[in-house]
Structure formats: structure tokens, C-alpha cells
């Protein structure tokens, strides 16, 4: 079952980039699928953080190792590792979603646009919508793809230092240090005790 409209099933490379110098920078994901699949997908630093935050803790739970199931969404369809979408998409990304499976080897990434959920947010207050009953509705993902755990493991590491990268004095950049464990608080009098 595809929950997007662009599905690259199992995805050969999903690499992390950045554009620019440190606080001016742009950040991208670039998305290699079968057999012509590609994708550029545009996102805030804090999304990029926030998104490798996300697949750590998950892949690093203990319900994931132990082959249970946890609070998180989970994808039982092993058919959506076959890729059914052969275009090469770019766009920014509004919200993204993450969920377990199909299977124990596999996590599956969700990206929304960002102008079709502005385009939803016009349509919100307006009443012939909800009399309609379209109002209710989630709104489907643009691309979805799945990765390899250990795929995943290197997409945190390479995310995490190219955050870290930049060495900002905002709290995203700081917290990307301490995780990417360039900076330890507890040693190095950067914490308040």
C-alpha cells in the first residue's frame, strides 16, 4: 500500500548535504532509488537534526532490537520495497514522518511538500471543504522511500557531523556537537551544574 505519491521503494543512497558557508548555509537530501529514481529534497537545518535524531532513538530502541514492536508507526507491506515511481522530484519539505519496518531490517521515510501544505492551509477555514467532509482528511505524502538499518546508521553519522559542522552558537548546532560526541558537557565546562 503506498501512502505517497512517489514511492522509490528501497533506495540504493540517501546522502546528506550542505551549500554555502557556516550560517548562510542551504541543506539538501539527495535520494538515489531504482531504477531512475532520484530526488532533491530542500530542508531546514533543524528538520535535518530533527530527522537524524529521530532514526537514532528509533533504531537504537530497545523494542527495534529486540524484534518487538514499539509506540511508533509501523509498515507491514513488504511491497512498497518495490519501487513504483521512475521520476527524478525536487522540492522543499514541509513535514516529515518516519515508521518501522516492513520487517526488522528496514525504516520507511515520509517527506510532505512544503507548498502543498501551504496550499492546505488556504483551504482550511473554508467551510464548503468541511461541509464536504474534506477537512478531516490527512494529506498524503509526497515521497516515500525505505532504507536499510545500516544504511541508516550512516545517514545519522554523516547528518550528524555535517550539522555539527558549521559550529553555530545556536542550540541546534550545539546539541548536534554533544550527539556526534565532539563536545561532552559533563567534562569540558560547558555544562551548568
Known sequence: MEMAQYNFGLVKTVEPESLGLPG????RLLVDGEPQAAATLWLEKEQLYGLSVAIKKLIESAPWKEGAKADVPYVEDISILKASS???IEFKVGRLGLAFGPGEGYITLFFHDALDEAEEDEFEGDDEMEAMGGGGLAMQAKLQFCMEVSQSES???KSLELCASGRGTDSVSRQALVAAGKVNPNTNGHFKH
Open 155 to 157: 545517514f545519522v553519522d
Open 86 to 88: 521512475a521520476e527524478v
Open 24 to 27: 548562510k548555509r542551504v541543506f
